[in-house]
């Protein structure tokens, strides 16, 4: 199947500082990108869904102005946590999807894990 | 909200087949039946999709009822790496929804 990486793999940042995570799709074009987060033995909870070169679309009680989306390019989105708080602690993952004539299926990241003390 | 329920645990014995099921009985005419799985800290793997009939991969097989309503994903011979939960998810190729799945612990 398709390859989509993650970076860092593991952060740990101070509270109030922001951090960044990258997405890739390594052997495929990304039209959309989806940004995940999961709890400690919870589900995985969509974030958003991005468009390359078009704003991001937040799920209901996400907001937009912490978890900054940036779809820039065919193979890179970045997941930008500002003003971090402990709660925001969390495994992020992303999942990438080609257009209908590739690989349209949704391939995920091996996910971030944050950590704000 | 998912679309699906399915059992929140199950156990297997390493070398038999491992049967998940999952029900969908709110499946629309154009929803595909995704089956993800994710090991522990690590992002989920695709592992199957069908519609209608019955599909078949290197990982598993997934039998869909004619109604629609249902379906189980079947691991032929379980091995202990295929410990993780399984997702079953209704996806009509907009965005992924993941339900609470199934954790499969497979025993030796």
């Known amino acids: 199947g398709a390859v989509v990486s993650q970076h860092p793999s593991r952060v740990i940042c101070k509270s109030g500082t922001s951090v960044k995570i990258e997405c890739r799709s390594l052997?495929?074009?990304?039209?959309?990108m989806f940004w995940y987060r999961q709890f400690p033995k919870q589900s995985l909870m969509l974030m958003a869904t991005?468009?390359?070169?078009?704003?991001?679309?937040?799920e209901q009680g996400v907001e937009k102005d912490k978890f900054l989306i940036n779809h820039a390019s065919l193979t890179l989105s970045t997941l930008t946590v500002t003003s971090a708080h402990p709660e925001d602690s969390s495994f992020y993952i992303c999942?990438?999807?080609?257009?209908?004539?590739?690989?349209?299926?949704?391939?995920f990241g091996p996910g971030t894990r944050l950590t704000v003390t | 909200d998912a679309k699906t329920t399915q059992p929140p645990s199950m156990d297997c014995a390493e070398g038999r087949a491992a049967n998940l099921p999952c029900n969908h009985s709110?499946?629309?005419?154009?929803?595909?039946v995704y089956w993800y799985r994710q090991i522990h800290s690590q992002g989920p793997q695709y592992i199957i999709h069908?519609?209608?009939n019955n599909e078949t991969n290197e990982m598993a097989s997934l039998i869909i009822t004619e109604d629609r309503k249902s379906s189980t994903l079947i691991l032929p011979h379980a091995t202990l790496r295929d410990t993780a939960v399984y997702y079953c998810?209704?996806?009509?190729?907009?965005?992924?929804?993941f339900g609470t799945g199934t954790r499969l612990q497979v025993f030796p």
């Open positions: 999942s990438a999807r080609g257009d209908r004539t590739s690989s349209y299926e949704q391939y």
């Open positions: 052997d495929f074009q990304a039209t959309t």
């Open positions: 991005s468009n390359e070169g078009s704003k991001a679309t937040y």
């Open positions: 709110t499946i629309s005419g154009n929803e595909y």
């Open positions: 069908g519609l209608k």
């Open positions: 998810i209704v996806y009509n190729t907009d965005k992924l929804i």
